[in-house]
């Protein structure tokens, strides 16, 4: 792509915002795509691009089918609830967000032994000691729920001292992560959905 | 009100619980006033105190708490000890940062006018770039020294109220985006609070400094909020 700034400032006005906890799934046959809001129900949406804005020690979680293109994403905050009781929405935590939207996706006709997951995110952008890693833990916890259930990460950008927005535009499969709000880089070009 | 750990036994033995909802309220804003006026005895400047209080921000909401989560801030960082642990956050926009520190030390960090010295933000000179205020070891110092004595006597006035013992540690700089801190810091009090507030209890204030209206946040966060060891408050 040869501007990629520009591309991705030309859909800023058709942005959802996937924010903490939230999910969005597209699926590519419907006029535009499913989103869907926490304790709302799912909304149809006329959003270009799902962005999670701003992720330090949260990880988003992007799932995608090959074959149907059928997407989904989720903004994991913690990796497991810090109570007894998982509280929903159930897409905050590592341990349970994979299998959240999985399920929906599957609803939706996606084939589980064909999804692939990114991970993006994850930083520890500030050195707190009092706590683990939240960070660490989050991108640890989903890597084994993902490994469980049979599901290849891909691709990841993870990890560091420094936070991260995450662009995904699911039409064209692409997936663009910065850091700062500049420099933007390619997580994935589309091709694997054959774009 | 919501509070979803049900489960999380009363404590009534919790300093926070020996105030009233409203003398705590009391206690904050006499502690946010105290701050201000800490401030602008450190800049010599005039110092105006907005939108002071405690709030409950919706969770999906915290991170854009001072403006859109890209927004690119100083963060300087106080982790508490105690029997109110917690974090005292002071943000600063980029260029505010920039603006104050050059407020304070004009002439250390590289301008011509040697008489700009302790003065307030001069609007005649560009701001150093965030980049090489937070390369300046002796920037970073005075930063962490505002935070140190603006967070201080913010929680001095809880410790007296409260009757209780706060324990800071040293002030640490960082920069990024105010999402990502923002974020970060309410996951790490989720965590440490053992539970999941739809709503999140937050202290903070808007300070604007000098003619220019700088822009400066003081945020505290408590693992042990009133909110969050029992449910009558607010």
């Given at each position: 792509m040869q501007n990629l700034e520009l591309f991705v400032n030309s859909h800023a006005a058709t942005v959802r915002n996937v924010g903490l906890g939230d999910f969005a799934i597209f699926v590519p046959q419907t006029t535009a795509g499913y989103t869907a809001n926490p304790g709302s129900g799912d909304n149809t949406s006329t959003a270009t691009a799902f962005v999670c804005y701003g992720l330090g020690s949260c990880v988003a979680l992007i799932l995608a089918d090959p074959g149907t293109r059928i997407l989904a994403m989720a903004h994991v905050v913690l990796p497991h609830p810090p109570g007894d009781i998982p509280v929903p929405p159930l897409t905050r935590y590592a341990t349970s967000a994979p299998s959240f939207l999985v399920e929906r996706m599957v609803a939706r006709g996606a084939r589980q032994d064909r999804l692939v997951a990114w991970l993006v995110g994850g930083a520890q952008v500030l050195a707190l000691?009092?706590?683990?890693?939240i960070g660490t833990r989050n991108v640890e916890v989903l890597r084994q729920e993902l490994h469980r259930m049979g599901i290849?990460?891909?691709g990841e950008a993870v990890g560091g001292t420094f936070g991260r927005t995450l662009y995904c535009y699911p039409q064209r499969g692409l997936l663009v992560v910065s850091r700062g709000g500049q420099r933007h880089e390619v997580l994935h070009d589309g091709s694997l959905f054959g774009l | 009100m919501s509070i979803i750990n049900e489960s999380k036994p009363r404590c009534n033995s919790h300093p926070a619980l020996t105030l009233s909802h409203a003398e705590w309220q009391q206690a904050v804003h006499e502690g946010l006033k105290q701050a201000g006026e800490a401030l602008s005895a450190l800049t010599g400047t005039s110092v105006r105190v907005a939108e002071a209080g405690e709030s409950f921000v919706p969770l999906a909401t915290f991170p854009r708490l001072v403006g859109p989560e890209e927004t690119l801030v100083v963060a300087i960082c106080q982790e508490i000890e105690g029997l109110l642990p917690g974090l005292a956050l002071l943000l600063l926009p980029a260029t505010s940062a920039s603006q104050l520190v050059y407020g304070m030390l004009g002439p250390v960090l590289g301008t011509e006018d040697e008489e700009a010295g302790g003065a307030a933000p001069d609007p005649a000179v560009e701001p150093e770039p965030i980049s090489e205020l937070l390369a300046d070891d002796m920037a970073l110092s005075v930063l962490a020294e505002v935070e140190n004595i603006v967070g201080s006597s913010f929680l001095n006035v809880m410790a007296d109220k409260l009757e209780v013992a706060l324990i800071p540690s040293p002030p640490s700089v960082v920069c990024d985006m105010a999402g990502a801190l923002l974020e970060t810091v309410l996951a790490s009090l989720l965590s440490r609070a053992g539970t999941v507030a739809d709503l999140v209890p937050v202290v903070h204030t808007t300070f604007l400094i000098g003619d220019r209206n700088v822009q400066a946040y003081l945020i505290w966060l408590s693992t042990s909020h009133p909110s969050l060891v029992r449910r009558d408050i607010p």
């Open positions: 000691k009092q706590t683990e890693p290849p990460v891909i | -």
